[in-house]
Nanobody, 118 residues
Framework: QVQVVESGGGLVQPGGSLRLSCTIA???????????MAWYRQAPNKERELVAQ???????EYSDSVKGRFTVSRDNAKKVVYLQMNSLKPEDTAVYYC?????????WGQGTQVTVSS
């Protein structure tokens, strides 16, 4: 069973920053390295949308709404993928989900709430 685990959400004021983390529980390094990772978010009454993805051998990709403010990265030694979110806006408020895509399928985390409010 592939268990994707996110952390790092919370409440932040507009203009602030947060860093989300995502890992796969009990994964060995060689398997971790084979996964392509992505961050999605879902705001109330809206569809889930892709925020950023980091694919092996390619440059990270971002949605237009977060380009220039968010940065996705991965540390394979620690088996973690990060989403650094700067200059946060109220419209960034959502549940953020991490998705791991491997040879046998795609796996989602349980989500972490990010609330941007004064």
């Amino acid at each position: 069973q592939v268990q994707v685990v996110e952390s790092g959400g919370g409440l932040v004021q507009p203009g602030g920053s947060l860093r989300l983390s995502c890992t796969i529980a009990r994964v060995i390094t060689s398997v971790w390295n084979s996964y392509n990772m992505a961050w999605y978010r879902q705001a109330p009454n809206k569809e889930r949308e892709l925020v950023a993805q980091i694919t092996n051998g390619k440059s990270p990709e971002y949605s237009d709404s977060v380009k220039g403010r968010f940065t996705v990265s991965r540390d394979n030694a620690k088996k973690v993928v990060y989403l650094q979110m700067n200059s946060l806006k109220p419209e960034d408020t959502a549940v953020y989900y991490c998705k791991a895509v491997g040879r046998r399928g795609a796996y989602w985390g349980q989500g972490t709430q990010v609330t941007v409010s004064s």
